[in-house]
């Protein structure tokens, strides 16, 4: 059986990368992805960019609002500063990121905002679903997900047009599965009055002491990375 992990938003946590992956035991035909935010905020972005360069083409991603950013700061430039390096908000990347700069730009550099694949295993045998969503943030109930701009796909997703304005996962009934991060408030299972999976937040707060989080889309497994220990977090 082919395992494919989705991995939360890592944000330069490179030692709980490497934890998660060795539990994981990913094996040639497995891949990983992620849902973007590999880089701001946490310690260790080039050890994060060297985890995933080893994983060569068992590894993809969706872009996130830090990489969107940091593309955008570091457009036409041959060359980079660590101010380049700034991500959403100005989120300052660590300084040991500045070595491999254009490596990292080039890493992130024509990635998608969204992906959609093809669901099967076993916990969709019973089901009608018949494809998943990778994206950062959110899709939007009545509109196309491939049709959404960047700039909303890796958003917090509010439906300004409903009272209360529920952010999207909240009224996310399909057609697709959606695999999502961003959203630390948003993390977990989310279904409908029937019980039926509709959606998946997986930004478990890493970066801010919470363990790492890879969700298999086959059966719907989870994998916690194990404890890492103490860590300073640098912001
Ligand atoms: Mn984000």
């Not at 700069?101 to 998608?112: D, K, Q, T, V, W």
């Not at 529920?166 to 630390?184: I, K, R, S």
């Amino acid at each position: 059986m082919t395992s494919t992990w989705v991995v939360g938003d890592v944000h330069g946590c490179a030692a709980e990368l490497q934890l998660l992956l060795e539990q994981m035991d990913l094996q040639a035909q497995d891949l990983l992805l992620s849902v973007g935010d590999l880089f701001h905020r946490g310690p260790d972005p080039a050890g994060v960019l060297q985890i995933l360069q080893r994983l060569g083409s068992r590894f993809d991603m969706v872009n996130g609002n830090h990489e969107r950013s940091l593309l955008r700061r570091c457009k036409g430039q041959a060359t980079c500063s660590i101010d380049d390096l700034r991500g959403d908000g100005g989120t300052v990347m660590h300084k040991n990121a500045l070595p491999v700069a254009e490596e990292l730009i080039a890493f992130i550099h024509g990635r998608s905002y969204l992906q959609r694949r093809k669901l099967c295993g076993s916990a969709w045998q019973q089901s009608e679903t018949t494809d998943w969503l990778l994206v950062h943030g959110c899709v939007l109930p009545g509109q196309i997900p491939e049709q959404i701009p960047p700039s909303q796909l890796v958003r917090k997703g509010r439906q300004e047009n409903l009272p209360n304005h529920p952010y999207w996962y909240e009224t996310w009934h399909g057609p697709e599965f959606v695999v999502f991060g961003h959203a630390q408030s948003a993390a977990g299972l989310h279904v409908d009055a029937h019980g039926n999976p509709w959606c998946y937040g997986l930004d478990t707060g890493c970066v801010y002491g919470g363990p790492l989080t890879a969700l298999r889309l086959e059966d719907l497994a989870i994998m916690v990375q194990p404890n890492v220990g103490s860590r300073v977090v640098e912001r």
